[in-house]
């Protein structure tokens, strides 16, 4: 869903709406005294489960912007292997 999408910062305002969207959800079903609902499938959800879910995804969102980096942008830290740039030439 995320690749269509070129800009990283919209990509995630969308993951962090979607994640309210959740959390949100959870919250309201608690206030009106139900522990499960039913989603859009028709499995039920229990609502503190979507509470977690939500408030991690937006807390992900929020505070890690580097996970919406897409994958040919990133730079490889790591080598081929533990000792590669370590090995003695001959």
Do not use: W
Not at 56 to 76: C, M, N, R, T, Y
Request: charged fraction near 20%; glycine fraction near 8%.
């Amino acid at each position: 869903m995320f690749r269509k999408v070129q800009s990283r910062a919209v990509s995630r305002a969308v993951f962090g709406l979607i994640c309210a969207l959740i959390f949100l959800t959870g919250i309201g079903n608690l206030l009106r005294h139900r522990l499960d609902y039913l989603n859009y499938k028709g499995f039920a959800v229990f609502s503190p489960f979507a509470i977690l879910v939500g408030g991690l995804g937006l807390a992900v969102a929020i505070s890690k912007p580097q996970l919406f980096i897409k994958s040919d942008e990133k730079h490889e830290t790591s080598s081929i292997s533990p000792t590669h740039g370590r090995r003695k030439r001959r």
